[in-house]
């Protein structure tokens, strides 16, 4: 069993109603199938996360099949790894977590936003969804041979951590012209994404196998747009004017760049 204590890290027993440790420690199976493992000590507040109307906006924006060459890509990159367990940290409501029992056997989820896996279990119940902290990974050591990490905040110690020697994470960040075109249209300013700023981090335990640029022209409705803004930091970053402004335009037409890096973990 790789899923361990938030609190005292011993192994959980799977239960249908609960998960239980030797200490005690038991943690309900919600109504739509995850269970939170995310004690108070662990939060920084009293919702972390993503909020709903971002979560629901993700949501809507990627059903709507915008990043599918995104998604796409990212499952040619895992598939001959041929990994038997991947961890998804920050997988948001599940929409690239969704795909992956395609390339790989087990398959975990895990994001500090309730409400993101809370949509994220129903939609897909055959994956273990866990509320969590990818600083504090409830998962055992040397439990998992794959880590994804899209979007999300790298804890680097704890991926190594959780990660079979020779596993591999594959990295996920916005190319250095993502969504310029909008960006110029919130902002006064608009600096180059640097992709592999975070790579020096990665060299003590790490190799690096590949890295890939996966560009998508879009062309959004107003509604599109809006479910863009929303799910993107820019909708509290930008001027309330400049972000009011994008409500004139019928349509818009911008480019997401993501640039895609798989490591490889090096031996002990």
């Known amino acids: 069993m790789s899923v361990i204590c938030p609190l005292c890290r ?25 269970v939170n493992l995310l004690p108070v000590q662990q939060k ?7 909020d709903v109307r971002m979560v629901h ?27 038997t367990r991947v961890l998804d940290i920050g997988c ?9 029992p395609a390339v ?13 896996i809370r949509l994220a279990a129903k939609r897909y119940p055959a994956i273990t969804w866990l509320v969590g902290s990818g600083a504090h990974l409830p998962l055992a050591d040397a439990s998992v041979d794959g880590v994804t990490n899209l979007f999300t905040q790298l804890h680097v110690a704890e991926m190594r951590r959780v990660l079979r020697p020779g596993g ?22 608009v600096q180059a994404h640097a992709p592999d700023k975070f790579r020096v981090g990665f060299e003590t335990d790490f190799e690096a196998v590949t890295q890939q640029t996966v560009s998508v022209p879009l062309q959004l409705s107003q509604a599109d747009l809006q479910h ?27 480019e997401a760049a993501f640039s895609l890096l798989l490591f490889k973990r090096k031996p002990q």
């Not at 239960?15 to 199976?29: L, T």
């Not at 056997?105 to 895990?110: A, K, N, S």
């Not at 591999?168 to 300013?189: I, K, N």
């Not at 863009?228 to 911008?254: I, S």
């Open 57 to 83: 906006a993700r949501r809507a924006f990627l059903q709507a099949g915008h990043y599918r060459p995104l998604r796409d890509a990212v499952l040619a990159m895992l598939a001959p790894l041929k990994a």
């Open 168 to 189: 591999h994470v594959l990295v996920v960040t916005p190319a250095a012209r993502h969504l310029w075109t909008l960006r110029e249209q919130l902002f006064d300013v």
């Open 44 to 50: 920084k507040s009293r919702d972390p996360g993503d």
């Open 10 to 34: 011993l192994p959980l027993a799977r239960e249908p109603k609960a998960w239980r440790c030797e200490q005690g420690h038991s943690f309900d199976v919600a109504r739509e199938g995850y």
């Open 104 to 116: 790989a056997g087990e398959v975990i989820g895990l994001d500090i936003a309730r409400p993101a």
């Open 228 to 254: 863009l803004l929303l799910m993107t930091p820019y909708a509290w970053k930008a001027r309330p004017e400049r972000r009011e402004a994008m409500n004139a335009f019928a349509a818009f037409e911008t």
């Open 92 to 100: 948001g409501e599940g929409d690239y977590t969704g795909a992956f």
